[in-house]
């Protein structure tokens, strides 16, 4: 019952038809993988700064810093 107010009134995002509760958000099943492949493909991206590799190597996992330790 849920996903029927998620959808009420929503078009799908890939085709625009009325989205289904049983594919929310999308009408249907092809409409869902389309938008998957999408995010796989990397079509879709969140932006985010560039992490320098240099920097991750510094911090071990336990959050200290390994040059400390020379």
């Known amino acids: ?5 998620v959808t009420a009134g929503r078009p799908c995002p890939i085709c625009t038809k009325p989205a289904v509760p049983e594919h929310a958000p999308f ?7 389309i938008d998957l492949h999408r995010w796989l493909s990397g079509t879709y991206v ?3 700064e560039p992490v320098d590799d240099d920097e991750d190597a510094l911090i071990s996992p336990d ?4 040059e400390s330790d020379r």
């Open 1 to 5: 019952m849920a996903a029927s107010l």
């Open 63 to 66: 959050g200290a810093d390994d």
């Open 27 to 33: 009408c249907s099943v092809r409409c869902a993988d």
């Open 46 to 48: 969140i932006p985010a």
